[in-house]
């Protein structure tokens, strides 16, 4: 690499002059193209970074093991269960709402296809 051991210093003032000096040669319509080029691919770009963004379709749900006494009497282990149960169920009908709210969504665009005869 004779060329990098020749030239230790670089500079970024060169190959700006030589931009100029190219661009200065060129026809006022030629530049007009670049110009649309460069706003182009800009334009696609940005478009693929739009386009990149997605909203997760789940919720990340930590669920905690509980530790309990090895002393617990029946009446606290059925106390506890009784507990979890509610929570449990509580849990389970909202889940269940969430999926019918999402039924009608689908069924509501299913209506609006049907219809338009798809």
Partial sequence: MF???RNRQVSSVGPLQDLRDVLRIRHRYQLWFLLAAFVTTGLILT???L???FER???REIIYVQNWRADR???EIIAQQK???EKRLKREAEEKARAEKKRLEYKKIDDQLKAMGL
Wanted: negative net charge; glycine residues 6%; charged residues 35%.
């Fill in 57 to 59: 379709a789940y919720k």
């Fill in 73 to 75: 009497t029946l009446d």
């Fill in 47 to 49: 478009g693929f970074y």
């Fill in 3 to 5: 060329f990098m051991r």
């Fill in 51 to 53: 386009d990149s963004y």
């Fill in 83 to 85: 507990v979890d149960e």
